[in-house]
């Protein structure tokens, strides 16, 4: 799926507080280049909506911090470490100090001079409105508007219980990693390392290790071995007394590992170069490690014996087995490159990968870099016929395609979360630049419902995806996103998972209690919603699980996000209102589960001082934390819930060393809170207390008691509501039209979903409603909304199709080919299906369950066997043809013939090839009832039909391994006319210019048309032609009945004619295409003339069949105005396979067609000179790659796929 997006992650920032996490990265730039500070990473290490390398996105469990390679910007930044969250920053040599992140493009910053002031309390400030306000009047009760709305700050400085350490003799070190182990532990670890810049490689480090919250630290340099480099620290993530040391691969490839939390060291050597672990999840002695060379080892041992597992891995793409979902512990999932270059997705056991043991759960190969395991969920992508496909496998079941609705034509697709049983996924489709659609999927996550469109996008520093989407902590179901419209990008929430959305209330008032003047819709709330792990990194975003009511984030007021006059904002009761806390950016962090908010400026000068707040934001005290200002590099707070002990880090100066600050915040409590200090608080949404089908109460602590919580209260009471129309969405395949019913769209059939449906079996029948996902509602409505059971109808065979397993057309001499029976429609366990695999040997089966895994065939003779399947049952039958060759694979073909002739004259079909040189080619026709096919060395035949009807014409041209074939449809008739069509402008806003869409758009012409008129459905045909902007063909034809009687006369067709020309001239014919949208048919132009399609690249026999049909076409304009009737009609519409798939550019169009008014007739040469598509044989899972580039042939951006 491209670059993985980051939904909303952003890997960049300037410090954390990590609760829970307890590791601290602090890098250099340019730093990450020596794989030192911060190598590769496996994407499990990656937050929710981290970035890994291209492909699938990837999204890990929650918390863990981005897994791509830093920038290299002089400013500190934060990054990952493998195994655990990490921060990272750097101290920029030749600077003076550490600089703070710079801001964003746009925003304005102070100057030196005026920062100084700010930190006094002097100075002017500006308000989210642009007026500048005097300082002073945050003072309290200074030319307050309103007190008890105003933001109230305490001037007065107090002081906080802190300790300060020095890391003596590591002034030169620009790097630091830092693990606090936590929980109930005292101990923190740093790892402080040189990284030279010229050398690009560490070659200087330093292990320090404190046992008193880091109050001081001892140097364990003689521990590890004075002449040892390190180079990164590891952490076992279920079991933190477990330490891993890598030692610098450049002099020496070995471990260091620890069981008593970094205490005492054993060393061991490594005969490989890791470039990355993965720990297990439950098993704490359990490693992966990828090596240098794309290899991957096993170790169950934490690290001191080590096994070879496979080879040629994919970088990133490989995972343990999910608890729950595998039921083997020790099963290892991972995607790997065949000798050819082809990536597969592989099982196996960690001390068991053998050849013979490894299984292939998705048939086939997948796209590279595509594999993800996530949860309950397994996601790889296919692309075939030039367009992505992705597929999803549940609880480790058979892979199904996931269903987006049908013209969503996906670009890109990156899977932002799989909580809950549920896949959230942001899609650009094919009409998308900078933005996505959200969908959310059903609990299997195959169908896919819109959630909200135009969500806004842009790139990270390593060209990943960041998706403007933010998930609230605490709160399920609740998301804020960043929309874009007109131009315009604003900040919407939802509680219900996307069902609904709405803008966000700005404040009454603004930080002095001034009434702001916001009126929605026009004027709102907006946010940033690129976070980081880095709380003190621009565009911060934040809210904690043991937190539920309180939001913190940077933002604006006004008609959209703007990147100037930020200010920050809180939400105490979930998102309904807010409040601002500062005009600037500062950093928010949690202490005490959010009980205590501590507040750091965003600046580049150094600091000795914060803020606290004990009332949710409504006030702050300031807080001293040092006695001499500290250039700030990075944060980390004590794991766990309670969060009361923090290490500070930075320098005096740039030749200083690394200063620890600890401070210890539980000074600042009274004691500890009893009942008595709380108070109930229930979750709302503007007053509705139903929230995902349930209202809950939570405790919060009374703003006016300092005491600390300690362990997290949570839900005080929750209980289920009564079922309502809002806790459903629309169900796959239905739309949400403004009277608020869910109605069937365009182009889905309610029926189709009993197509897998045997009879005696039941399915469930759709009411076009579903059940939001964890929604918990009982009783009202629900059992009218939800989808009931129904008995399978019996149904006759339809759709049969027979392909090959690996989508191609040819099969090797001697080796086995897996064939695949596919039936769209048909009572599959009582079907009698018999294949004759054309070479004498037949197999009859008794259904087609016992054909799932194919059926496998040797052809001992290298030749073009035609391959045939029947499919009985009781209702009906059906048949199919593969022509199947043992050579020659090609790349791309195009059938050239007109949509219509007449009896007993000679028609001209012309094989047009891509590229055109490809040597000695062999060309194989059927056409007509012919059982047996004309072989030709040139790539035009001649032929005759002698009698009407449809016959449909098949060319498959060889060269060496290399098969394409293409086929069309003619049609014969005595006489019809022929009238071009027009439309409303806003059609071709919808129109993605591919066959399924036309075909579909055709209908709903033909069914507009039928009811305008009153004529039957059996004379008329729509076919809509390729190409901007929107154009459509319609025929009048004789209708004949099956007894061959009552054959309508010419007169009959003139009248038709002129009652459809005079109900488009009222503009009588129109149709709503999606809710809203209604579209105009008009008429542009009417004719007698048969239609011929050609490509703008023709072959000289093409071109004589051009020349030869625009005479005939010229002769029969001149019939015609003597009122003679001639043969002729396009079918195209209605012929074509409703399967066929095509190789098409995900972005460009054809050019635009002029618009021809509508009293024009159309002359036979305008009818000639069409547009003309081809396609690929479509197969499951093709492995036919394109990346716009045939052969030795030029890149080419579109290949036609029609007449």
């Given at each position: 799926?491209g670059?993985v997006g ?6 960049a ?13 602090l890098?250099a ?7 030192s ?5 496996h ?5 929710r ?13 929650r918390g863990?911090a981005?897994?791509?390679?830093l920038p290299?910007?002089?400013r ?13 920053l750097?101290?920029a040599p ?10 964003r493009?746009g925003r304005k910053r102070?100057?030196?001079?005026d920062?100084e002031?700010?930190?006094r ?5 500006r308000?989210?409105?642009g007026?500048?306000r005097?300082r002073?009047?945050?003072e ?10 105003a933001?109230r700050?305490?001037?007065?400085e107090?002081k ?11 002034s ?16 923190i670890l740093i ?7 010229n050398?690009?490689s560490?070659t200087?480090?330093?292990?320090w ?6 109050t001081?630290?001892?140097k364990?340099?003689?521990k590890?071995?004075l002449?040892?480099?390190l180079s990164y ?6 079991n ?7 030692t610098?691969?450049?002099i020496?490839?070995s ?6 939390e970094?205490a005492?060291y054993?060393?061991y050597r ?5 470039q ?8 704490e002695?359990w490693?992966l490690?990828y090596?240098?060379d ?5 170790s ?5 014996r080590w096994q070879?597992?496979q ?6 793409r490989?995972?343990?087995?999910v608890?729950g ?9 991972l ?5 050819d270059g082809h ?9 068991n ?8 759960p998705?048939?086939?190969y997948i796209?590279?870099?595509?594999l993800?395991?996530?949860d ?6 296919l692309?075939s016929?030039?367009r992505p496909h992705?597929?999803v496998?549940?609880?480790?079941n058979?892979f ?9 034509l996906p670009?890109d697709?990156?899977v932002i979360?799989?909580d809950?049983?549920?896949?959230f ?13 959200l969908y959310i999927s ?8 819109l ?6 996008s842009s790139r ?8 403007d989407?933010y ?7 609740m998301f804020l996103?960043n929309?874009?419209i007109d131009?315009?990008?604003k900040t919407?929430i939802t509680y219900?998972?996307g069902?609904d959305?709405?803008?966000l209330q ?6 002095r209690g ?7 819709p026009?004027?709102?709330l907006?946010?940033h919603?690129?976070v980081?792990?880095?709380p ?7 809210s904690r699980?043991?937190?539920p ?7 604006n ?5 703007s990147?100037s006059d ?8 979930a998102?309904?209102?807010w ?5 600037e950016?500062h950093s928010v962090l ?8 501590v507040?750091?400026?965003?600046t580049?000068?150094p600091?000795?001082h914060l ?10 005290s300031k ?13 980390l ?17 740039h030749r200083?060393?690394?200063?620890l ?5 539980k ?5 500890r809170?009893?009942e008595?200090d ?5 979750l709302?949404s503007q007053?509705?207390?139903?929230i ?9 602590r009374?703003?006016e008691?300092?005491c600390?919580q300690g362990?997290y ?9 009564v079922c309502t129309?809002?806790?459903f969405d629309?169900?796959?395949?239905y739309?949400?039209?403004s ?6 769209a ?12 045997s009879?005696?079996?039941s399915y469930?029948n ?8 964890s929604?918990?509602?009982?009783d ?5 909304y939800t989808?009931?059971?129904q008995?399978?109808?019996g ?10 397993a ?7 001499q ?16 009582r079907t ?6 054309g070479?004498g040997?037949?197999?009859?089966y ?14 001992h ?6 391959v ?21 694979p090609?790349?791309?073909v195009?059938l ?5 002739t007449?009896?007993n ?11 055109s040189?490809v040597g000695?080619?062999t060309?194989v ?14 790539g ?6 002698t009698?009407e009807?449809?016959?449909?014409i ?9 098969i394409?074939?293409d086929?069309?449809t003619?049609a014969?008739?005595?006489e ?8 409303s ?6 129109n993605p210019d591919i066959?399924?869409?036309?075909r ?6 033909k ?5 305008a008129t009153?004529?039957?459905g059996?004379?008329i ?5 390729p190409g901007?902007?929107?154009?459509a ?5 004789p ?6 009687e009552?054959?309508?006369?010419a007169?009959?067709?003139?009248q ?7 109900k488009?001239?009222q ?7 999606k809710?809203g ?7 542009a132009h009417l004719t007698?003339?048969?239609?011929v ?10 071109m004589?069949m051009l020349?030869?049909v625009?005479?005939?076409?010229l002769?029969?304009f001149?019939?015609?105005k003597f ?6 009609i396009?079918?195209y519409?209605q ?15 054809p ?7 509508q009293t ?5 040469g305008?009818?000639i ?6 396609q690929?044989i479509?197969?499951p899972?093709s ?7 045939l052969g030795?042939?030029s890149?080419?951006s579109r290949?036609?796929?029609e007449h």
């Open positions: 799926m670059k980051a939904g909303g992650v952003s890997p920032g300037l410090s954390a507080l990590l609760a829970g996490a307890g590791l601290l990265v890098c730039p340019g730093s990450c280049g020596g794989g500070c911060c190598p590769p990473r994407p499990s290490a990656a937050p909506w981290a970035p890994t390398p291209g492909g699938l996105p990837h999204q890990g469990p863990r981005p897994a791509t390679p290299q910007l002089g500190p930044l934060f990054a990952v470490a493998p195994g655990d969250r990490a921060l990272s750097e101290r030749g600077t003076g100090a550490s600089v703070a992140v710079a801001p493009s102070r100057s030196g001079e920062q002031k700010a930190e309390g002097e100075g002017t400030s308000s989210p409105r007026v500048l005097d002073g009047q945050l309290p009760g200074t030319l307050e508007r309103d007190p008890d709305k933001t700050f305490r001037l007065e107090l906080l219980t802190s300790t300060t350490f020095a890391l003596t003799g590591d030169a070190h620009n790097q630091a990693m830092v693990h606090w182990s936590g929980h109930n532990s005292s101990v790892l402080t390392k040189l990284f030279d810049y050398l690009g560490i200087e480090s330093s292990l290790r404190s046992t008193d919250y880091g001081t630290y001892e364990l340099n003689d590890v071995g002449k040892t480099i620290l590891y952490v076992c993530p279920t933190k007394r477990k330490i891993m040391l890598l610098d691969p450049e020496e490839s471990l260091l590992i620890s069981s008593d970094g005492t054993q060393k490594l005969n490989f170069y890791i990355s672990l993965l720990f297990h999840p439950k098993q002695d490693i490690a090596s240098q794309q290899k991957l080892y096993s169950a041992e934490f690290g001191r070879l597992i080879e040629a891995v994919v970088p990133n490989f995972y343990w087995s608890m979902s595998n039921k083997e512990p020790d099963l290892v999932h995607e790997a490159r065949t000798v990536s597969q997705y592989l099982t196996c056991r960690m001390q990968c053998t050849e013979a043991n490894r299984n292939k998705f048939p086939g796209d590279p870099d595509s993800i395991v996530q309950d969920y397994v996601f790889v992508q692309t016929g030039g992705y597929y496998s549940y609880r480790r058979a199904a395609q996931m269903k987006l609705p049908k013209y969503a670009k697709m990156h979360s799989t809950e049983n549920q896949v996924a942001a899609v650009q489709e094919w009409n998308q630049n900078d933005t996505y659609n059903d609990t299997r996550g195959v169908y896919f419902t959630a909200l469109e135009n969500v806004q990270g520093p390593e060209g990943n995806v960041m998706i989407l998930e609230v902590a605490g709160i399920k179901g996103a929309k874009k131009n315009q990008v919407f219900n998972k069902r959305w709405r803008l700005a404040p009454d008032t603004d930080l001034d009434p702001v003047h916001c009126v929605l026009y004027c709102s907006h946010l919603l690129k980081s792990e880095n003190y990194t621009s565009g911060i975003i934040a699980d043991t937190a009511s309180i939001i913190v984030a940077s933002g007021i006004g008609s959209e996000l990147d930020i200010s920050m904002f809180v939400s105490s009761d998102g309904n209102t409040r601002q806390i500062f005009e950016e949690y202490l005490d589960q959010g009980g205590v908010l507040a750091m400026k965003h580049s000068l600091i000795r803020w606290l707040s004990f009332d949710e934001g409504r006030s702050w807080y001293s934390f040092t006695s001499i200002p500290l250039f700030v590099d990075g944060v707070g004590e794991p766990g819930e309670e969060t009361l002990i923090m290490t500070v880090f930075g320098h005096f100066s200083s060393e690394w200063q600050v600890k401070v210890d915040y000074s600042i409590f009274d004691r809170c009893a008595e709380y108070r109930p608080w229930q709302h007053g509705e207390a139903c995902m089908g349930a209202k809950r109460i939570y405790k919060k009374k703003s008691r300092k600390m362990k209260a949570g839900a005080m009471e929750s209980e289920p509501c129309e809002a806790d629309c169900d796959y395949g739309e949400r039209h009277n608020g019913q869910c109605l069937p365009f182009w889905f059939n309610p029926s189709s979903l009993s197509k897998d449906c009879l005696g079996q469930l759709s009411t076009g409603y579903r059940k939001v996902v929604n918990n509602c009982t009202g409505v629900r059992e009218q989808a009931k059971p008995k399978c109808p149904k006759a065979p339809r759709g049969l199709r027979i392909v090959t690996d989508g191609k057309l040819t099969a090797e001697g080796h086995n080919v897996t064939l695949m029976v596919q039936l769209e429609e048909g009572d599959v366990q009698l299906i018999q294949v004759d695999f070479d040997i037949a197999v009859s008794v259904n087609l369950s016992s054909m799932e895994d194919g059926i496998k065939h040797v052809y003779n290298v030749g073009i066997f035609r045939t399947v029947q499919v009985d049952n009781s209702l009906g039958s059906d048949s199919a043809v593969l022509y199947l060759h043992v050579t020659c090609l790349e791309h195009h050239s013939l007109p949509f219509v007449t009896k004259k000679e028609v001209n079909a012309t094989a047009v090839l891509w590229p040189q000695t080619l060309y026709w059927w056409y007509g009832n012919n059982t047996e096919p004309l072989i030709t060395l040139e035009s035949i001649a032929f005759k039909f009698s009807g449809m016959n449909t098949t060319v498959q041209v060889s060269a060496g391994n290399a394409l074939q086929t069309k003619i014969v008739y005595e019809f006319r022929s009238l071009r069509l027009s439309f402008p806003n059609l071709d806003d919808y066959p399924e869409w036309r579909d758009v055709s209908r709903v012409i069914k507009a048309l039928v009811e009153g004529v039957p059996q004379h045909l729509v076919a809509v032609l901007l902007p929107t154009a063909e319609l025929f009048v034809l209708h004949q009945d099956p007894t061959g009552n054959k309508r006369p007169e009959d067709l003139e038709i004619s002129e009652l459809m020309i005079h488009l001239n503009n009588s014919v129109h149709f709503e295409l809710p949208v209604q579209v105009l048919v008009h008429a007698a003339a048969p239609l399609d050609l490509t703008p690249t023709h072959s000289g026999s093409a004589l020349l030869s625009v005479f005939v076409g002769a029969v001149v019939i015609y009122k003679r009737k001639i043969p002729g396009n079918v519409a012929m074509q396979n409703e399967k066929e798939q095509e190789m098409v550019s995900r972005v460009s169009h050019e635009s067609r002029p618009y021809v008014p024009e007739l159309r002359r036979p305008q009818l000179d069409e547009k003309v598509e081809s690929l479509e197969v899972n492995n036919f790659e394109s990346n716009g580039v030795s042939c890149v080419f290949i036609p796929t």
